[in-house]
């Protein structure tokens, strides 16, 4: 039986989870250019582009693990940003490279991410959801 604490903590997991990508989301359309001249420096091609994608899987991937609304879904959208930011922007902190424990840190970080995601994927999103109203809703009418 799924208690009360269960459906708050999936809530309140699901509202600090998304919280950072939907602030990177609005971030990266208000620093449009910064953002470019970051993937430019990293050598990624067509930064114009990408940038368009990943602001699209940070904001539709945030709010739908937010709301909990194919929540299942938002978490791919979510990981499939993460994964390729991670290995580009975060990925050498080597000794030798200037950084290298704030990009060891950024690493480490998504890769907590990463872990709340992967959690969204298997569990769905829990208790106060609109993917739990729905089933409900779903249950009730066919009884």
Do not use: Y
Not at 71 to 81: D, Q
Not at 93 to 115: C, I
Not at 134 to 140: G, I, P, S, Y
């Amino acid at each position: 039986m799924v208690t009360l604490f269960q459906h708050v903590s999936t809530l309140a997991g699901r509202v600090l989870l998304s919280a950072i990508f939907l602030t990177s989301g609005v971030s990266h359309i208000l620093q449009w250019r910064h953002s470019t001249d970051l993937m430019e420096q990293e050598g990624v091609p067509l930064p114009n582009l990408l940038l368009v994608l990943a602001i699209v899987c940070l904001l539709l991937g945030g709010l739908s693990v937010l709301i909990g609304l194919r929540a299942r879904l938002g978490a791919v959208l979510l990981i499939l940003f993460l994964i390729p930011t991670t290995l580009v922007f975060h990925g050498d902190w080597t000794a030798g490279s200037s950084g290298a424990s704030d990009q060891m840190l950024h690493f480490m970080k998504n890769l907590g991410l990463l872990g709340g995601l992967l959690m969204v994927l298997a569990f769905g999103a829990g208790g106060f959801s609109i993917d739990l109203f729905l089933r409900m809703k779903k249950v009730a009418k066919h009884q």
